[in-house]
């Protein structure tokens, strides 16, 4: 019996095997689908970037109008729950009251000056409340910390200290509550490494329904004549990275990147499948 296996010499596919065409194209396909999801990606991150240029700018310029305005009274303590950085932050106030300066806290600081210590001093205010004042910088001298012991007041200290009322200028600042890279504070040990107001206020005995959330910066030469130490004020410094246009065009770059290397490799195999296709009809 002489069986004629047609699909054998043809060049033919036997039926329901996979066409050639088929299983090249499966390759592209899925790397077109990757290359879209990628460019989509780049895309939307660079788009994010912009959005975060202009939320910058707008905080940049907010800052700025704040820092340079007439200086304005303290929040009262009826907005104190609802005081932020992005509304309060760096704004410039002037206050009066009465320094308590056994509670000064020395604070680490590094600044362009070298490195030493912030002295944050508790100032009462004629209303009754406390604030917590950053009166400048010390040097980091033999003795400059442990000038300032922890001491601890038993009672409300602002009853007994009604003389040598002081009017000051600065900055209000949100508190620290420290990050990733600053070390904790010691209380009992008196070693701070960030002007946390809350834990400096328990620290020193004061009453935290009367003690502000926020601190303020004082400006450059507020310190009354005879204050210990008249550490040097005025060196808040006012900056903000600001790199969002660089990511931005970073992101879009990638995104056109992975568009050309997609059509390139697209291109490419369309050609070599046009040189094959044009061999095969030849023969």
Wanted: charged share 15%.
């Amino acid at each position: 019996m002489q069986v004629n296996d047609q699909s054998a010499g043809s060049g033919h596919p036997a039926p329901g095997a996979p066409a050639a065409g088929t299983a090249r194209k499966a390759p592209r396909i899925i790397l077109g689908i990757l290359a879209l999801l990628l460019i989509v990606l780049f895309a939307g991150l660079g788009t994010w970037q912009v959005y975060r240029l202009q939320w910058k700018l707008d905080l940049i310029a907010r800052v700025n109008a704040r820092v340079h305005a007439a200086p304005v009274a303290p929040p009262p303590s009826a907005r104190w729950e609802g005081i932020t950085a992005d509304s309060d932050e760096y704004r410039r106030v002037q206050v009066a009251g009465t320094y308590l300066y056994e509670y000064t806290t020395p604070v680490q600081a590094l600044t362009e000056q070298g490195s030493g210590y912030w002295l944050l001093t508790p100032l009462c205010t004629a209303d009754g409340h406390v604030i917590l004042v950053n009166r400048g910088f010390i040097p980091a001298e033999p003795g400059a910390r442990t000038r300032y012991a922890p001491r601890k007041s038993e009672g409300y200290p602002c009853a007994t200290n009604a003389g040598g009322a002081v009017q000051l200028v600065g900055l209000l600042r949100i508190s620290e509550k420290g990050g990733a890279f600053t070390r904790s504070n010691d209380a009992a040990a008196n070693r701070w490494y960030s002007r946390d107001v809350a834990r400096i206020a328990a620290a020193r005995g004061l009453p935290s329904s009367l003690t502000a959330p926020f601190f303020i910066d004082a400006a450059a030469g507020q310190n009354p004549p005879g204050s210990p130490d008249q550490p040097q004020g005025g060196l808040t410094v006012v900056g903000f990275h600001n790199s969002h246009l660089v990511y931005a065009l970073t992101w879009y770059a990638l995104a056109l990147m992975v568009a050309g290397a997609w059509w390139y490799t697209t291109r490419g195999a369309g050609s070599r499948s046009g040189k094959t296709g044009n061999d095969d009809d030849d023969h």
